[in-house]
């Protein structure tokens, strides 16, 4: 079996009252996309909010390699090599889309600036899907496309472990497709993958486990058939009626 | 020990302008800037109060508290709420809100020094001294003290107790959830300002006894309520009025020991260890 | 590498040679026009120090007065004993080293924080040298005796201007001129992105505040007596503001299109109608807000995105008759 690359041991998370993330433990081997999935508010972005250093556990450790990093400030983990797209997509409205590919990769993990990094830029937007586009203003780009810069960007700094938080969301079925198999191939090249997903189609077809929150809570962890059988998960995402 | 209870006796005072400003920036989210002129002002109406009409300040306050709550809720609506509708996101809002309310200083600030130059002023009222353990101490002041406690008092009760009050607090923790249990948040918003500009003015009144002011001391009697809404926690009466005891003994305790001329500094000093240690404010929760 | 594109080099061809002729002025007169020249072009470099921290950010800062002051009170301190050239530099450095404290204890909080501590700024320095002087030394003013006139402060200026506008033009195609646009963008973006967003403001702040200093230290021969409360003027900070925002601070030579006007409109108000300063800075502030958001600039680009439209328009009905 292959290292860890990332594990959160007990990580926790409270809002005043309100625990978004209790005692949560997993980890992430090194080159596996991982699904991250659970009904609506059982705490998954908290989770990816924690691992990218957005906010500080209330307790618990996360480690990248070996190096702690709960806690740690987010600019400090994403030098680190920890890249990640957000939930409501956020793109630099006032840069043009080769300059917000340009921005996640001058600062991060593996940097690169001038020339070098407008090239890279060039082939990142190609590979998404955004050939040609790179002088286009975003604003005006459709939100699937905004998406895309975004994976870009996130890409831009060459990182060992991408969060993606349902990134797949609102594509139509052809959409669809394509992304998953963008999503492949990046794992394919060895980038670790942790993915937050509500479409279980892509659950099934990419991970190759997958961990299932519920209320904050760690209710399964394994191979993804498995888990997604399993009666407490069905509980957890119909009700008890369809248990 | 005199300088405690001065200090306290200034506290009160303080606590009562920083009262009315965590209202109106905790609220109705106006960082209003233009709070200290909406003070001198209402120095200045018990001024001429008082010596056009021989009208007492205390009572005077029954005249410019409303007059406050008016022009303020016409502040808010006409040029506040502009503002708050065509804001993008909290940080245009505040930006907006920090220029606007300057503008309005120097307005009012303008037209109080027309009006009445550009001088000091003050007037005798109660002007007596008062023995308390071996000190005296002006009754003025004293009035002025149990005055503002007692409104102060009355404004927790209202919060508190009250159903429009209880819908006050809740815009104050979240605008939006409120909206959704059906109260009137614009409208809401506007009294917390008209509210906190009211309470503003009272507070000045009551500085107008024991206090030589003049039509430039605004700022910094802004300055110093921001300074306590901060260091309370902003929207937090309890902790406004906390820290403007604080401020108000830290105050008189580095113009006694050190320099009257120090007392900014003292100022500083305060807001700077806020700022370093609890930047959510005394009583504030960690921000998460 | 080339340095600089064709367009760049006529950018920077024309702005040589409008620094040369506005530097003759003092040859045709050294009387009134010389003097408010003098103004304008201490604004010019107050405001676009300004703009270069508080464009990018948003953030509102009120500290110009009190590092004006230090530059001013660094120069009355050491004239006697000290080289001028080398007093500029202790002025920079001091209001830098003021800007890097204030900076780390409010760019870390959210810009109302940063407001409010620099409101108060130049009045907490002028209390504390006011305190040092009646304290330890005898007189409450200094005198600064130079052998400069009007026109040699005219001339450190426009200097300063100038190397202050090459500065902003390198930090804009700097990595932090890059940073500072992603924070500008969206700060939570920023900071996952890798950019130590705290730091990268704190920087450009002392940038900001040194220039700021350098400009009250040039002005220090121009008071001859320099006594706290008009080293710290307060008044500097808000029209510093006024200028800059009225101008537009998209662009680096924004602030300029704010300053001249008025600063002109302001010595006016000041010669005819002193009692009503404190209207037209009130006003000037509810005109940004509610009248000109982005300045004269804004209105001027969306003056020319109009005029390309319509030419646009014009050129295809010429095609379709
Ligand atoms: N910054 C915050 N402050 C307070 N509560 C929060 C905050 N962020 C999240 N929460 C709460 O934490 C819980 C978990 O939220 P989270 O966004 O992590 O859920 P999620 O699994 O990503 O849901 P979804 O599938 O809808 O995206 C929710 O109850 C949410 O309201
Ligand atoms: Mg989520």
């Not at chain 1, 926790?12 to 699904?35: H, M, P, R, W, Y």
């Not at chain 1, 940097?111 to 998404?128: I, T």
């Not at chain 2, 009035?143 to 508190?160: K, R």
């Amino acid at each position: 079996m292959s290292a860890a690359i990332l594990s959160l041991d007990h990580a926790t998370k409270a809002f005043g009252g309100l625990i978004a993330v209790n005692d949560l433990s997993f980890s992430l081997q090194d080159g596996e996309l991982l699904g991250l999935i659970g009904p609506n508010g059982s705490g998954k972005t908290t989770v990816l909010n924690l691992i990218s250093g957005a906010l500080k556990p209330t307790s618990g450790s996360i480690s990248l390699g070996g190096t702690e990093i709960a806690g740690q400030p987010a600019h400090k983990i994403a030098r680190l090599g920890i890249a990640r797209t957000f939930q409501l997509v956020r793109i630099l409205p006032s840069l043009t889309a080769e300059q917000n590919v340009v921005a996640g990769g001058v600062f991060g993990h593996v940097r690169s600036w001038g020339v070098e990094a407008h090239d890279r830029a060039r082939l990142l937007l190609e590979r998404v899907g955004l050939s040609g586009r790179g002088d286009s203003p975003t604003s005006s780009m459709t939100y699937i496309d905004q998406k895309r810069l975004e994976l870009a960007r996130a890409l831009a700094a060459n990182p060992k472990v991408l969060l993606l938080d349902e990134w797949l969301a609102g594509l139509n079925p052809s959409e669809l497709k394509i992304g998953i198999d963008l999503i492949r191939e990046l794992r394919n090249d060895g980038i670790s993958i942790i993915m937050v997903e509500h479409v279980m189609d892509a659950i099934r077809s990419l991970c190759d486990r997958c961990v299932v929150m519920s209320s904050g809570l760690k209710i399964a962890d394994g191979d993804v058939h498995g888990v997604l059988a399993d009666p407490e998960v069905i509980r957890a995402y119909l009700g008890d009626d369809h248990a | 020990m005199s300088v405690i209870i001065s200090g306290l006796l200034l506290g009160g005072t303080y606590a009562l302008i920083a009262v009315g400003l965590t209202m109106q920036y905790g609220v109705s989210r106006i960082m209003n800037l233009a709070n200290g002129e909406n003070l001198v002002f209402a120095c200045f109406v018990a001024f001429w109060l008082f010596t056009t009409f021989a009208i007492n300040p205390i009572l005077g306050i029954v005249l410019i508290v409303p007059l406050a709550f008016v022009l303020n809720w016409l502040i808010y609506t006409y040029a506040m709420r502009p503002l708050v509708d065509r804001a993008k996101n909290r940080g245009q809002l505040e930006v907006d809100s920090i220029l606007a309310t300057f503008g309005l200083l120097f307005i009012l600030q303008g037209i109080m020094k027309l009006t009445f130059g550009g001088g000091y002023f003050n007037y005798n009222f109660l002007a007596v001294p008062v023995t308390i353990m071996g000190s005296n101490y002006g009754l003025n002041r004293i009035v002025a003290f149990i005055a503002a406690a007692v409104i102060a008092g009355a404004l927790y009760l209202f919060l508190n107790h009250t159903r429009y009050g209880t819908a006050i607090r809740a815009v104050a923790v979240d605008p939006v959830s409120a909206g959704l249990v059906a109260i009137d948040v614009p409208r809401a918003s506007a009294f917390a300002f008209a509210l906190g500009g009211a309470l503003t003015a009272a507070s000045g009144a009551l500085l107008s006894t024991f206090y030589t002011f003049n039509a430039d001391m605004g700022i910094i009697f802004t300055m110093k309520a921001l300074i306590i809404v901060i260091m309370g926690g902003v929207g937090d009466v309890r902790g406004a009025v906390l820290a403007a005891l604080l401020l108000g003994l830290a105050e008189t305790a580095v113009a006694t020991f050190i320099d009257p001329g120090l007392t900014i500094a003292a100022t500083y000093a305060l807001f700077m260890l806020v700022l370093l240690f609890r930047p959510q404010g005394i009583f504030g929760k960690r921000p998460s | 590498m080339t340095w600089l594109n064709e367009k760049e080099r006529r950018i920077a061809g024309f702005a040589a040679i409008a620094f040369g002729v506005v530097a003759l002025l003092p040859l045709v007169d050294q009387g009134y026009y010389l003097s408010i020249s003098v103004n304008i072009v201490m604004y010019v470099v107050l405001c676009t120090a300004w703009t270069l921290f508080s464009g990018p950010t948003h953030y509102i800062s009120l500290a110009t007065a009190a590092f004006f002051g230090i530059g001013t009170y660094t120069v009355a301190l050491g004239i006697d004993t000290v080289p001028f050239p080398l007093l500029l530099v202790i002025a920079a450095l001091a209001s830098g080293l003021l800007a890097c404290v204030v900076g780390i204890a409010t760019l870390r909080l959210s810009g109302i924080y940063f407001v409010i501590f620099t409101l108060g700024l130049a009045e907490l320095v002028r209390q504390v040298v006011t305190w040092l002087q009646t304290n330890f030394s005898s007189s409450l003013g200094l005198y600064v005796f130079t052998d400069f006139g009007e026109q040699h402060i005219y001339w450190m200026l426009l200097g300063l201007a100038a190397i202050v506008y090459i500065t902003g033009w390198l930090i804009n195609r700097s990595r932090l001129g890059f940073a500072m646009q992603i924070i500008g963008n969206d700060e939570t973006v920023a900071k996952h992105v890798g950019i130590d967003t705290a730091r990268a403001k704190v920087i450009l702040f002392i940038i900001s505040g040194a220039f700021i200093g350098i400009v009250g230290a040039i002005l220090a021969p121009r008071f001859s007596y320099v006594q706290p409360p008009s080293a710290f003027n307060p008044m500097i900070s808000f029209q510093v503001v006024i200028m800059a925002l009225l101008g537009g601070t998209k662009r680096i030579w924004g602030p300029l299109l704010g300053v001249i006007p008025f600063t002109i409109l302001f010595d006016q108000v000041t010669a005819y109608f002193p009692n009503h300063t404190s209207f037209v800075i009130g006003i000037a502030f509810m005109a940004i807000v509610y009248l000109l958001p982005q300045g004269v600039l804004g209105r001027l680009e969306d003056l020319v995105r109009l005029r390309k439209r319509f030419r646009m328009v014009s050129a295809e009905e010429g095609n379709n008759p």
